[in-house]
């Protein structure tokens, strides 16, 4: 129940927040909605207000703004209501429209952090040589070395952060190291020889080789109070990083380094919001930003059916003066929605089988 609960109120609030960023721009350049949804499928509820009905609908997968003049059939409008038809609006004022949806779900992204930081402060990780993880099998482990012991010394060179006992270990080259480490409150004295092995970075990539012994800072975390010009700073900070990090994604899925199972659809979805929402709703709103950018960005890929082919088709009539004709549009979208579907048969099947793993 948690998990379906936590599911709803994150996929939710990130549809409308999408579908509220056409709904704006499209009232800001006078286009008539005919409708907002949040969801697909049969209605469950709607109201009318004014010339747009809002409703909310059975599959809560998705949204969408209906706005008058957007389909083919609709194109051909009396000259008295061109004014409020999509398709009659300039290049630029259709392309922020389609943009629009995209942008607001990175600058929800932003916002969540910045109050996020305002609220809590700003997370800092403990600058300190407390071991955190101890690798099995590594040299650390066989040494005697444990999670919780905190690095004193190294070949006789006193250690007051992490970057200290990096620079001890790298600078070894696998000769055995004497580590005095702080168990409770007692000094021991271990020998550790550094071995040869991989660095990955968060991909999985090896990024280069150096000596390790096997051993995790402790990922403590405390929060630092800082003022309003500082807290949006950092949120802005935390933003290009999902941005760096899901641009970065998609390109490392097409380069097969992240394998195509790794790929989660909903099922996925919903299991980590659950699992958030049990850690606390600061791990919840953390990952709805994270969500939020992931959206923003999955948007605006150029694929027809999607706001990014929307845009590419809109970019190509701005070039040549007159829109990509009809049949090629229809046919791209029919693509799409193909391609789409596959997708999520896909993704669906990577979360079952998860599940059943």
Known sequence: MNTIVSFIIVLGVL????????????KLFGVRVLKFSLGFGP???????????????????????????????????????????????????RFCIVLAGPVFNLIFALVLFFFLFVAIGVPRSADSSRIGKVTEGSPAYSAGIKPGDV??????????????????????????????VRRGQEDITLEVAPKKDGVKNVFGEEVERRFMIGIVKDDEISYVKVGL???????????????SLTVLGFVKIIQQVIPASEMGGPIL????AGEQMKAGWINLLYFMGLLSVNLGILNLLPIPVLDGGHLVFLSIEGVRRKPVHEK????AQQIGIALLGALMIFVFYNDIARILK
């Open 15 to 26: 549809i409308f927040v999408h579908e509220l960023g056409h709904f704006l721009f499209a």
């Open 43 to 93: 209605k469950l509820i709607g109201r009318v207000v004014g010339e747009t009905e809002y409703v909310i609908s059975v599959f809560p997968l998705g949204g969408y703004v209906k706005m008058f003049g957007e389909n083919p059939d609709e194109q051909q409008v009396d000259e008295a209501e061109r004014y409020g038809s999509f398709a009659h609006k300039s290049v630029w004022e």
């Open 151 to 180: 690095v004193v010394r190294i070949d006789g060179n006193e250690v007051k952060k992490w970057d200290d006992v990096l620079d001890g270990v790298r600078k070894s080259e696998g000769k055995a190291l004497k580590m005095v």
């Open 229 to 243: 010009p500082q807290a949006f700073i950092e949120a802005c900070g935390q933003t290009w990083m999902y941005i």
């Open 269 to 272: 979805i919903a299991q980590i």
């Open 328 to 331: 090629v549009q229809i046919i």
